[in-house]
């Protein structure tokens, strides 16, 4: 707990939903935090944190290198979690430049600045799951291939890679992180299947299922993420330039996880799903789950909140903000 005691550390995509987690878990344990804002939402999970007034806000864009290395410097930043990335799939299909722009220059310009800083000590970045793309042994492991071929994944893929390529070719203290599907208190990002569902369900509407609910995924508690965060950027001079897996090891169909979330809300036999469609998304990737035994191994590391107890903790959350959200 006095590891990050007065140390300084730079979270992009901290107004963000998993950024705000890890802005939040690092002020509790004693760090100074300098942040990154590109665009001042009104509903972001920075604020309904309450934690504005307690970390430094700095607006701009991570592919801004002259912003990346001046923050660096001028705030002796010693760790930087680089979570920054539009990471909304439906988006990124949409506006795949945009997605390129922020996922990959952006990554890039802030490895240079990292690259060059001599404060930086550790850096962690935020892959995905979603990098794996397709294979059909299961689960994903380290040594899979990354083979994602959407806008989203490909862009999380070069992520993975670019930086792994700034930590075998210099040396910067650099590992990657690849976590399952994060859900928990403070997403607003709607178009996601559990925030979107709990919405719902506490205004009395149906959920809706935007496929055929047959896709299997797995999830994990945003504040065991948070946690695996910081635990490699502890350890980060054991596994410069590795990999890391994070998942709770629960696998679920999106129509089975979408009444499972109807059942813990109470609302078993008044409210049903709405499945969208009748067949299979085309490209759609029908499961995906990973292995987390390297972080289990190395790391000590694993899920400590079942799918269930998130479950309630995140509905018990949106019930109390929910005026905070509309």
């Not at 979570?83 to 506006?95: D, E, K, P």
């Not at 995924?217 to 350890?235: H, K, S, T, W």
């Not at 001079?237 to 499972?260: S, Y």
Request: charged share 25%; aromatic share 10%; hydrophobic share 45%.
């Amino acid at each position: 707990m006095t590891f990050w005691n007065n140390r300084t550390a730079f979270v992009t995509g901290a107004t963000g939903f998993v950024g705000a987690h890890v802005a939040r878990m690092l002020v509790d344990r004693g760090a100074r935090v300098v942040c990154l804002q590109r665009d001042a939402i009104r509903a972001n999970s920075l604020d309904l944190f309450d934690l504005r007034r307690k970390v430094t806000v700095i607006g701009g864009a991570v592919e801004d290198y002259p912003l990346m290395e001046r923050i660096l410097n001028e705030y002796e930043i010693d760790a930087v979690f680089h979570l920054a990335a539009q990471a909304i799939v439906g988006a990124a299909n949409r506006s795949p430049l945009s997605t390129f722009e922020a996922n990959v220059r952006g990554t890039y310009c802030l490895m240079e600045a990292c690259r060059v800083s001599q404060t930086v000590k550790r850096v962690v970045v935020a892959s995905s799951d979603k990098a794996y793309g397709t294979h059909e042994n299961l689960p994903y492991a380290e040594d899979y291939p990354l083979l994602g071929l959407f806008p989203y994944d490909a862009s999380k893929a070069c992520t993975d890679i670019i930086a792994r390529s700034f930590a075998y070719t210099y040396k910067t203290p650099i590992a990657i992180s690849r976590f399952a599907n994060i859900y928990g208190p403070g997403d607003v990002n709607f178009s996601r299947i559990i925030p979107g569902t709990i919405l719902s369900i506490l205004r009395n509407e149906n959920p809706i299922i935007r496929s055929d609910g047959t896709p299997i995924r797995e999830f994990v508690f945003a504040d065991d993420v948070a946690r695996g965060y910081l635990m490699l950027a502890e350890r980060i001079d054991e596994f410069i330039g590795e990999a890391f897996n994070f998942g709770a090891g629960e696998f679920i169909k999106m129509l089975d996880l979408v009444n499972r979330i109807i059942k813990v809300a109470g609302m078993e036999g008044r409210i049903e799903p709405k499945i969208m469609l009748q067949h299979k998304i085309e490209g759609e990737i029908d499961a995906q789950y990973l292995s987390a035994e390297k972080a289990h191994r190395e790391l000590d590391w694993r899920a400590e909140i079942s799918l269930e107890d998130g479950i309630r903790r995140s509905i018990d959350w949106y019930r109390d903000h929910l005026g905070d959200l509309s």
